[in-house]
């Protein structure tokens, strides 16, 4: 009885887990319902991600998906990372049940948050702060 | 008995991920017997007519088995038939009761008294009535043993509470409050008691006239009838003052262009067409109930509650919540795991075919008292066996060898 490799591997053994000392984007997104939280971190020179941390409580899911994207983002140039869709995240996680995506897609939602707030000094600053999404979950009454 | 009540169940017979489904999560909604399924299919098939409009045959026919239904509900409660109002579940009879109190007793600087161990179809309505009516609301701690706390209920009370507002049965600690006692205090005060009896009613002997409270709500999906259907029960002197929360077709007794008066009780608070093949549905729900009878399903309750709670207790790694005492629970327990979100244990368990409840069951304020986010939950009803809780905590020593 066990959770796919990958997602028992990265929460056991969480990959760039922490905070930066001078972060370029940061964003928050949370699951009310089920209490997960997930903080992402980014460190962002020349258009290109060069340092990314997260941290978050919750689920196995939530953090091993979380710990999945940092190595997923790390290095890659901020459209690339933009361009990220669920089932890219989905499928590096080896799959996830269909009960718990909202888990799984928690930290991909905070890094679109982190970097839609980052924009270059000649887009004009950042944006006007967005209301947190939604979060949803699979389990309410 | 076990293996002839688990034949009236269809759905036992599915598999789930290749396995045997074992169903854990009565206290969400319980499974159906074939023969509450068949009566609310033969409705369909052989009247079909809408109520109250008896002129032609069918509609009588429709009129009369829905009455009968409404018939059968009030004598599962020991009360009148007039004092049973269907409604859509436990959320609507609460909302009706908010609603109609709001407009009759409460009014600003007045206090509705809930507890802590709500769950939210019981608070909400509390809410949103003070807010409306500028009045107060206060709740009832919850002791560290997951019991009312009746010393902090009498501080709280006051000659300004209107509104008692509690549990029967907690559908998270389990707890069975003392209603009794509870609705006592409260009149002597002058409050009306409104009691969320989603938990009990379907699980054990509940006569409301012993027990004293003046509103009583539950739902018919948790105590094998259908979704869609729940009663509000109350007191005839109470619902005759009390005004309809709908308004509309089939709830009046006079209509003009300006103004109308109001039906009866419990036809004035069934505006609209009523859920009717519901409503029979849940007659037949009754009838399966009565015929086990109730003792029997609380002793069946209980013995499960209790092999459960032993096993649980007994787990190093598990935390349980509520009462040790199976006698003062229902039948469910809640529990987490040390350091294991709740999610992931029912997400492996399902792997096993075994369904149980991972999440904070609609009782936000009561998971933060316990300073969880979430929480485990195993319930049970007529259908589950002393196999299947055996099956439940080999599974969950398996969860904790995976995750813990």
């Known amino acids: 009885m066990s959770y796919e490799e ?13 905070r930066l000392p001078h972060p ?36 196995a899911i939530s953090l091993a998906s979380a710990s999945v994207l940092t190595e997923l983002v790390q290095g890659k140039p901020v459209a690339e990372a933009a361009g990220i869709t669920d089932e890219a995240l989905l499928s590096a996680l080896g799959g996830v049940v269909r009960t718990r995506l909202s888990c799984a897609l928690l930290p991909l939602r905070a890094l679109h948050k982190a970097l839609g707030q980052h924009r270059s000094p000649d887009d004009g600053g950042p944006p006007p702060g967005e209301p947190p999404s939604a979060g949803r979950c699979t389990s309410s009454g | 008995m076990e293996i002839k009540i688990r034949d009236d169940f269809p759905l036992l017979q599915r598999t789930v991920h290749g396995v045997p489904l074992v169903y854990l999560d009565s206290a969400a909604t319980s499974l159906k017997p074939e023969a509450v399924i068949e009566a609310e299919a033969t409705f369909y098939r052989e009247v079909g007519a809408n109520v109250r409009r008896g002129a032609y045959e069918l509609g009588a026919e429709a009129t009369e088995r829905y009455e009968s239904a409404r018939a059968k509900v009030a004598s599962l409660l020991g009360a009148r038939p007039d004092e049973a109002v269907f409604t859509r ?3 609507e009879a609460l909302n009706l009761a908010a609603w109609a ?15 802590e161990m709500e769950h939210h179809a019981n608070l909400l309505p509390w809410q949103e009535l003070v807010r409306r009516k500028q009045a107060r609301l206060s709740a009832v701690a919850v002791t560290a043993e997951g019991e009312l706390d009746l010393e902090d209920f009498r501080r709280k009370l006051s000659p300004r509470t209107k509104v008692v507002a509690l549990p029967h049965v907690s559908n998270v600690l389990g707890t069975i409050n003392p209603v009794p006692e509870v609705a006592t205090a409260a009149h002597e005060a002058g409050a009306v008691v409104v009691l969320d009896a989603a938990q009990s009613v379907p699980h054990m002997p509940v006569d409301v006239r012993e027990l004293g409270a003046d509103l009583v709500a539950f739902s018919g999906h948790k105590m094998l009838g259908p979704t869609g259907i729940g009663v509000l029960w109350g007191r005839r002197e109470i619902l005759k003052d009390l005004p309809p929360l709908l308004v509309g077709g089939e709830m009046v007794h006079e209509v003009w262009l300006d103004r109308a008066t109001w039906d009866d009780p419990p036809a004035r608070f069934e505006g609209g067409t009523p859920p009717i093949a519901q409503a029979v549905g849940l007659g037949a729900a009754v009838d399966y109930l009565q015929a086990i009878g109730m ?5 069946h309750g209980q013995e499960l509650t209790a092999l459960v709670l032993d096993g649980l207790l007994f787990r190093p790694y598990v935390t349980v919540y509520g009462p040790a005492d199976p006698g003062a629970r229902g039948a469910l327990v809640a529990f987490s795991l040390a350091g294991i979100h709740p999610h992931d244990v029912a997400t492996l368990l399902d792997r096993e075919g075994i369904a149980i409840r991972g999440g904070h069951h609609c009782a936000q304020p009561l998971h933060r008292k316990l300073g969880i ?11 589950n066996t002393i196999d299947e809780v055996r099956l439940f905590l080999e599974a969950l020593d398996g969860v904790w060898k995976a995750l813990g």
């Open chain 1, 6 to 18: 990958i997602i028992l591997d990265h929460w056991r053994h969480p990959r760039n887990k922490g």
């Open chain 1, 24 to 59: 370029d984007a940061a964003a928050v997104e949370a699951n009310p319902l089920c209490g997960d939280v997930v903080r992402i971190e980014l460190g962002i020179k020349d258009q290109t991600i060069q340092d990314i941390r997260f941290e978050g409580e919750g689920c």
């Open chain 2, 373 to 383: 986010p979430a929480s485990c939950r195993v319930s049970f009803h007529v259908y």
């Open chain 2, 101 to 115: 109190l709001g407009e009759t007793v409460i009014g600003p600087g007045d206090e509705v008294l809930v507890t």
């Open chain 2, 295 to 299: 003792d029997e399903v609380r002793r």
């Open chain 2, 89 to 91: 579940g436990t959320t």
